[in-house]
C-alpha cells in the first residue's frame, strides 16, 4: 500500500478489492437481455461465481436493471434510441422494451438480490447518471467498484469511465462479462485496459484477492 499525505493508494489487486471499500455492480443481468446472447449460461455462471465469492467476503453489493420510460415520456434521446434498437424508421413504431413492472425486465432469477443489497434502476448507460449510487458508495467510503454482467461495449465500459470521473477504481471482471458483439467487446476491455483507469481482472484474480 502506497501513503501520501494520510491517504492510502492500493497497488495490489487485494488491496484494490478490500471488502470493506469495495462495491460490487452487478450490471443488467435481466431476463429480456440475457435470452439475447448466445452465451448466456456462461455468463450467469461466472456472474454467480462472482457473487458468491463478493458475499462471503462481505463486499456491499448493488444489482442495475435497464428500465424505459413510458413512450410518452421517453423524450428525443430515448425515441431516437428506440428507432436504433428496434430497427423502426418512425418513433411512432416502437415501444417501451423494458417496463419496470414486466418479465423481461426483471433480473435472472438465479440472482436473487439478498436483504442488505439494493437494486439500482436506470434509463442510461453509467449506472451512476440520475442514481442514487454514487451517494450511496461515498457514504458508506467505498474507494472501488467492481464491475461484472452484460453489455461490455454498452454499458460497463460507460460505467467504468464514469466511475473513474468519479474517483473511483474501477475494476472490471473480464471473464464474468457478457456482450452483444465480440468485436466491439474486445475494443472495449482493449480501451479500458490501455487508458489505465481501470483495474481487468479474473475471477480467480478476484477470488484470491478477496480472500486475501
Known amino acids: 500500500m502506497d501513503r501520501l499525505f494520510g491517504l492510502d493508494i492500493p497497488e495490489t489487486l487485494a488491496e484494490v478489492c478490500d471488502p470493506r471499500r469495495s462495491a460490487l455492480v452487478v450490471y ?21 461465481e462472482v457473487l458468491d465469492v463478493a458475499r462471503g ?41 423494458f417496463p419496470p413492472d414486466a418479465p423481461q425486465t426483471q433480473l435472472a432469477p438465479e440472482l436473487a438480490p439478498r436483504a ?20 450511496v458508495l461515498r457514504d458508506c467510503g467505498v474507494v472501488s467498484v467492481i464491475l461484472v454482467g452484460v453489455a461490455i461495449e454498452v454499458g460497463i465500459e460507460p460505467t467504468a469511465r464514469h466511475a473513474a470521473d468519479l474517483g473511483y ?3 472490471v471482471v473480464s471473464d464474468a462479462l457478457g456482450w452483444g458483439d465480440e468485436a466491439a467487446a474486445k475494443r472495449s476491455l ?3 485496459e490501455w487508458a489505465g483507469d481501470s483495474v481487468i481482472a479474473d475471477i480467480a484474480g478476484l477470488r484470491t484477492a478477496l480472500g486475501a
Do not use: C
Not at 73 to 93: I, N, P, S
Open 28 to 48: 443488467d443481468m435481466q431476463v429480456g437481455i440475457l435470452r439475447q446472447l448466445a452465451d448466456a449460461a456462461r455468463v450467469l455462471g461466472a456472474v454467480l
Open 57 to 97: 467476503a462481505g463486499v456491499r453489493t448493488f444489482f442495475t436493471r435497464h428500465i424505459s420510460m413510458p413512450t410518452e415520456l421517453a423524450g428525443v434521446f430515448q425515441l431516437r434510441q428506440a428507432k436504433v434498437w428496434e430497427r423502426q424508421e418512425r418513433a411512432a413504431d416502437t415501444h417501451p422494451l
Open 116 to 135: 442488505g443489497e439494493a437494486t439500482v434502476d436506470k434509463i442510461t448507460m453509467s449506472a451512476f447518471e440520475g442514481t442514487f449510487l454514487d451517494i
Open 169 to 171: 477504481i474501477p475494476v
Open 190 to 192: 482493449e480501451a479500458l
